[in-house]
C-alpha cells in the first residue's frame, strides 16, 4: 500500500484516479467520543495498486483536485456500507460526493436478508477470511503499524472482485435502474446535520401527533446541544428517554435540558472569546 502525505504524492495518485471509470474507496475515521466525525485516512483500490491518503496532513495538502475527483458525477465511486462514509468525507471536505455504488446495498436488494458486512461478504463470495481485529484501533496514531495498513488496505482490496460479480448478476436480472435509485438516495443527505430534522434518525411506532410533535422538539434541542459541544447524541440523552418524554413520560428530561443549557452558554461565551468554529 501506498502512503499519500504530500501534495507530490497526492497530485499523482489524483492523475491516476481520473483515468479511471470506477474508483474503489474506504475510509477510517474517529467518533466514538465526539458529534462530529475526525477523518483519519481515506483508502483507494486502483487497478495495479492500493493507497492510503493520511487526512489528519489535510492542512498540509491540496484537496481542490481530490475533491473534483469525489465530485464528478461520471466517475463511480464504489464503497461498502456507504453511508457513513459519505457523510464523513462530506463533512471533512464541505463537498457531496457523487455517483456512489453501495456493494452492501446492492447485494442485500439482489439476495435479501439483513446487511452484510464487507468481511463476511468477501468470505462468501471468495471463501477467504479476513480479520476484524483492526476495525477498532486508533487510527489517529501516527505511524500507523504494518497490521493497520495491511487492514486498511484489505477493505479495497477485494472491492472491485465485489463490483464485477454484483454488476453483471443486476444487469442480468434488469435492476440497473433500481439499484441507481437506492444508490442516488445516499447521496441526497443534505439535512444529515440540520437540528430540525433530527427526529428522522430516530425509530418510532405508534405515535399520535402531539407525540410527534414533542419528538421533533426534543430531538433538534438534543441535536443543538451535541453539536455544540462536540459530543454524541446519546450522552445528552437515550433514543429510548427521548422517546418516553414524548410520550409524556418522566425520564428526567427537563433536568437535562437545564443541565446542557447551561454548559451550552458556557461554550457559547468559550466559543466567542476565542473566535472558534464548530469544528474547531
Partial sequence: MKIVQDNKSLKNLCKLLKTQKVIYLDTEFKRDRTYWPKLCTIQFKTQRNAYLVDMLLIERMNMNTLKEILIDKKLRKVIHSAKQDIEVINYTLDINIENIFDTQMAYNVLHGGDEIGYTNLVEKLFKIKLSKKYQV??????????NQLAYAENDVLYLPRIYTYLINLIKKRNLINKINNKNQELTDNNDIYNPKFAYKKIKTKNFN??????????SKWREVCAQNLNIPRNWVISDKNL???????EVGLEKNKKMYNQQLSKFSNYINSKNLSKKG
Fill in 243 to 249: 422517546i418516553k418524554a414524548s410520550k409524556g413520560k
Fill in 137 to 146: 484501533s486508533d487510527w489517529e496514531s501516527r505511524p500507523l503499524s504494518k
Fill in 209 to 218: 401527533q402531539k407525540e410527534k410533535t414533542l419528538l421533533k422538539k426534543y
